[in-house]
């Protein structure tokens, strides 16, 4: 039986179109890129990642990581201080103190650590803020952990040992628990207290004070690269006597006791007119001294002048042998009279102080030959330029 072929219509042969369309897809495609039988790919962003641990600040571990946090979180205290860290790590590979300055006080404003200390005090140390450079290397070293590396720990200790020379030291002992401790106006905490405090070469106020206690006052010179120890303990405040009360039978007229008592008697001003007599006689000689000291270095320069002028030179043997010899003279002359200037200004200061004081001394001891709270202190300056004294009081 043969079976029979018909023409197949237009919609038939639209169907079979459509058909050979879907079939083609997949391979139309794969010819643009795209796996066949894998979802396209869509807009939405990946998850949020976790933040990043903090960053490490250790210098010997090389520079920290800086990954950016995840987004709607905040940087941590640490991250923060790593970031700081490693700004002030370029500018002070670039030699910008003041920058990396700035940057190190971030870093140790939120992670005091021995090695931002490290690095701010050898900021300080270049800025020429010595004491407080000392003070952060010091530190540095105290608080090094065991995993510190030594070639770190001898570049600090090199600084530190620098700087050492150029300020004093003080070590503050304090005799009397909880009291508050002050140089030149500066609070240290207990804490601070057994380890040195590095100030500049000169004189220095150091106060310890307590509720209840007389406030104690020290006032101390140090020299570059000396130490000095200052012990401060306070004495308690006596209690005052219970007042009287006017109906006490028992304490009557003794309030109109003290006016019939003989006026304490008048010391001789005498010496201290004496003293000071002598004061003005010494400051006298020393300005002579220096008029003298003055014309004799004119004379030394004229003449040296003169003999350069003829092309001579001061020299064994030489041509110019005796104006050398009058030279030789004239610096001596100079010398003698620059050095008895210095010691007659010294002595017209140190005899005003000795005047000074035997007119104070009654307020120095108090009524009726209490010890009051007054104190003065002096100290020597000499200098192969200059002379003189400090002197500092309290009444």
Known sequence: MMRRWTRPGRTTLTAWMLLGLVAAAPHVAWAQGAPPGRPAPTSQPPPASQPPPAASTTPSTGAPSTGA???????????????????????????????????????????????????????????????????????????????????????????????????????????????EVLVDGTPFTPDDLPHD????????????????????????????????????TLTPLSPEPPRASPSDPTHAGATNADPRMPPPAHRSLVPAFLLGGASVVSLGLGLGFTIASNNASADANAQRASIEGEGGQCVSPGDFAAPCDILSSTVN?????????????????VVALGAGAYLLWPMLRGRNGETSTTSITWAPLLSPGEAGAIVRGTW
């Open 69 to 179: 946090p995840s987004t709607g979180t905040s940087p941590t205290p640490g991250a923060q201080a790593a970031r700081h860290y490693q700004d002030g790590n370029t500018a002070f590979a670039q030699k910008r103190w003041a920058d990396a300055e700035s940057a190190y006080r971030k870093a140790w404003a939120l992670s005091k650590t021995f090695d931002v200390a490290a690095n701010l005090g050898e900021v300080l140390l270049k800025l020429d803020r010595v004491p407080e450079a000392a003070m952060m290397l010091a530190f540095s070293l105290r608080t090094a952990p065991p995993s510190a590396k030594p070639a770190q720990l001898e570049r600090t200790q090199h600084f530190l040992s620098e700087a050492r020379k150029k300020v004093g030291t003080l070590h503050l002992q304090l005799g009397t628990e909880g009291a």
């Open 197 to 232: 405090v590095f100030v500049s070469p000169g004189a220095h106020d150091v106060i310890a004070r307590k509720a209840g206690h007389c406030e104690l006052k020290e006032t101390v010179v140090v020299a570059p690269g000396a130490a000095q120890t200052v012990a401060l």
């Open 333 to 349: 002359r100079l010398d003698t009279h620059a050095n008895g200037a210095r010691v007659a200004f010294v002595a017209s200061g």
